[in-house]
């Protein structure tokens, strides 16, 4: 038999056994609610490459380092996309059947104007078009293909504004 002993008198009891329904303060906590810890959200990206092996491992590389990406295999389901994603950055492939590249970051570029467009090609036709492209007006990044996940990740997140 325990003598002596006394029921805590103030908020600072802690649940037993961790009860995930209760937090430090005592305070009852709605299990569907999120806590705001502050966090940033994730910068978002668009991968956009015919090829659909090539996209889908850019986007596993991109998660694996805290992007939440996404992949289509054409310009014009990457502009659609566009519309509700509201994409940081797009990662395209230049040489695409309909949309290519430029023509689909001109366009994402007039749904979000502060999205960065960053251009990948491993043809040299690409050459003519971004001369055509910056005639326009319109400057885009370009990156020959292949590419290491290295430089990737580290030329994203330089266009992202976040160098970490």
């Known amino acids: 038999m325990i003598t002596g002993w006394q029921a805590p ?3 600072d009891a802690f649940p037993l ?7 430090a ?24 490459d015919d090829e659909a092996v090539i996209a889908e491992t850019v ?39 309909g949309l290519n590249g430029i023509e689909t970051g001109i366009k994402i570029r007039e749904l979000v104007p502060k999205c960065k467009i960053i251009l990948f090609s491993g043809q ?10 910056r005639m326009q007006g319109h400057q885009f990044e370009i ?11 580290a030329v994203i997140r330089a266009s992202s504004g976040n160098p970490s």
């Open 59 to 97: 986007v596993e590389i991109l998660a694996q380092e805290g992007f939440e990406a996404t992949a289509v295999t054409d310009g014009a389901s990457a502009v659609e996309l566009a519309k509700s994603f509201e994409p940081d950055v797009v990662l395209s492939d230049v040489i695409m059947p």
């Open 25 to 48: 303060e005592g305070r009852a906590r709605n299990p569907n609610e999120r806590e705001n810890l502050d966090v940033e959200r994730k910068n978002r990206i668009i991968v956009v």
């Open 124 to 133: 040299a036709a690409t050459v003519d078009l971004l001369e055509k492209a």
């Open 143 to 153: 990156l020959a293909k292949p590419i290491s996940p290295e430089k990737l990740i």
């Open 17 to 23: 056994f961790g009860d995930p329904k209760c937090t």
């Open 9 to 11: 008198t103030s908020g």
